[in-house]
């Protein structure tokens, strides 16, 4: 049997029903509430481990009641649920610390795909007191291919990933970011390091992605990569991926946009948690 404990927070009945249902027989704990005010007045007597939080309530909205949660529990994970029309609001909650967002109609798989990492992120935090930067680091969810192209079919991602130019490099390779190879990169196969002003700040493998920012600003890269490992790398120029967006419909480009953002967000959120444990970070609230 499964003890983590899910709060659903929706104002639609039939929603949080399902929802409810489907986490309960996988062997999930859930509570419900019927808006923002309605779950902090539950999460007054008890923590969850995750929250499904609905954008558009009575009384408190999500965006609202993400605010208060963080407030009251910063490392809470919270995971947004929002129609195809609202997809500027999923990217406010992105900002504001939300772990990650599902359109409506929610599907089965989705749903139990993204709560089962969105559980292991939240064990991870839980579990990183006192650890090493090396042993907890690579288990914080990275930012990688499949969450890049998050919403995409098949047939789309194939079409964005051939775009790319595939180059192999050898141990000690630096890895060039500019446009006349590509600024963004997926990596293929292989582990290379991130610098920054000598120092490795990251490090990347099979399904990581890197410069993705670049696509928002030109400029914004000021690492150097290099490659630990023969590594094959895909080149992917900002050009090439206009052009890719020019030719398909707006909602693909928002939905790249969110991911984008989101990709970005949990890059910064990794960098923050590294330098917590660098500065002996602990969890615990402080005894009283």
Known sequence: MNNKKIMVVDDEQNIREIISEFL?????????????????DKVAYE??????IDVYMPRMGGLDLISKLKELQPLAVIIVTTGYSSIDIAIKAIRMGAYH??????????????????LKHASDL?????ASVDSVTPRIEKQSELLLLRGFTYEQAKDFKSMGTVVEYQYGDSI???????????VENGRL?????????????????WGEETFLNPSAAFTN???????????????????????????????????????????????????????GFNNEKPAS
């Open 176 to 186: 060039s970011l500019d446009e006349e190879r590509g600024s963004m990169i997926f």
């Open 225 to 279: 990569l290099k490659a630990q490992s023969e590594v094959h790398v895909r080149h992917f120029k900002r050009k090439k991926i206009m052009e890719f967006f020019t030719y398909n419909d707006e909602t693909l480009t928002k939905r790249y946009m969110i991911n984008l953002i989101q990709c970005m967000y949990m890059k910064w959120r990794r960098s923050i948690f590294r330098i917590g444990l660098y500065s």
């Open 126 to 130: 839980g579990d990183s007191s006192g």
């Open 47 to 52: 923590q969850y481990d995750l929250y499904i």
């Open 101 to 118: 967002y599902l359109t409506k109609p929610i599907q089965a798989e989705e749903l139990l795909k993204v709560v089962e990492s969105g």
């Open 193 to 209: 390091n991130v610098y920054h002003n000598e120092t490795v700040v990251e490090t990347l493998t099979a399904g990581d992605v």
């Open 24 to 40: 309960q027989e996988v062997g999930y704990t859930v509570a419900v509430a019927v808006d923002g005010l309605d779950a902090l």
